[in-house]
């Protein structure tokens, strides 16, 4: 009778061994589909360096981009004859993509917000029945307002909408627009489906903010060339401080790389690290990965 106990009780531990290993292991990669526009590409490009430097040997990417609002997915879904199209359909048609990115840019005159989101979620589902879905939550546009007076600056674009800064602004935008109105909506037709977004933007406005407040260690402009400014140019396209940001909130959204301990040199003396796990801590654990 001994025996047969402490066999069972062997039998039960290396059932609860067994039970654990599967948490233990970590992915060497996800085979990804990534559409947008510029405020998207820049990220999804520089993923494939940081996998790499993260040893994420199996990270594989196809990346479709159109510009502006041609990247949204509602007008790549919409415009069946063009090229990305048919890319973004055939890429997902061999049936192997695991994770699918997209931005969250979308026509707000529509009636239906989250109708190219849904789309683009529910063609892929037969062949890649348990794909995983993120929704990258770009920037504002213009920074400083037109040089033709039709859009405003940040500060007057926030006011004029109700907030006392384009931070209160844009964490509105991401809590009761992108999630409330397109993720959750998009959760309730897609049960079976995660979706999760990654809240890119926060660091063009963080850094943004930083360098007015002279709270960056690099001498970095406003808006110049792309290696030492936050802009390139008046619609608001990133510097690489922006661009080296983002992407390690990307690489923490999708593979949980903990960036305290990435040994990454990004090329600038500000604790880019650091700022992007502040924005990755901040963001709302419901749409997290």
């Not at 069946?80 to 061999?94: A, F, G, N, P, R």
């Not at 039709?150 to 627009?177: C, H, K, L, M």
């Not at 079976?192 to 943004?208: D, E, H, Q, S």
């Not at 390139?232 to 690489?240: A, R, V, Y």
Request: proline share 4%.
């Amino acid at each position: 009778m001994k025996f047969i106990l402490n066999f069972y009780i062997l039998i039960f531990i290396l059932s609860c061994a067994k039970d654990e290993n599967p948490q233990q292991i970590q992915t060497q990669g996800f085979n990804m589909l990534l559409i947008g526009n510029s405020f998207f590409k820049p990220y999804a490009d520089h993923l494939n360096n940081l996998a790499s430097e993260a040893n994420l040997n199996e990270h594989n990417s196809t990346v479709v981009k159109r510009g502006g609002e041609y990247g949204w997915p509602i007008n790549l879904w919409n415009d069946s004859t063009t090229e990305e199209h048919q890319l973004i359909k055939s890429t997902l048609d061999q049936g192997n993509i695991e994770i699918f990115g997209m931005t969250s840019g979308y026509d707000i005159d529509s009636d239906n917000p989250t109708e190219g989101h849904s789309a683009w979620i529910r063609y892929p589902l037969q062949n890649n029945p348990n794909i995983i879905i993120f929704v990258a939550i770009g920037s504002f546009d213009f920074p400083n307002g037109d040089s033709n007076g039709t859009r405003p600056d940040w500060d007057t674009f926030a006011s004029d909408n109700g907030f006392n800064s384009i931070q209160e602004f844009y964490e509105y935008y991401i809590n009761e627009v992108i999630h409330k109105e397109i993720v959750d909506e998009l959760r309730l037709e897609f049960p079976f489906t995660k979706i999760f977004t990654i809240p890119t933007g926060w660091a063009t406005k963080n850094l943004a903010q930083m360098n007015l407040d002279s709270q960056l260690l690099d001498d970095i402009s406003m808006v110049g060339p792309k290696s030492n400014s936050i802009f390139t140019d008046e619609k608001g396209h990133q510097g690489q401080i922006v661009i080296e940001t983002g992407t390690m909130i990307w690489l923490n959204s999708i593979y949980n790389v903990d960036l305290s301990s990435f040994n990454y040199d990004t090329g600038f003396t500000t604790d880019l690290h650091a700022i992007a796990q502040d924005i990755i801590d901040s963001h709302d654990s419901n749409y997290k990965f």
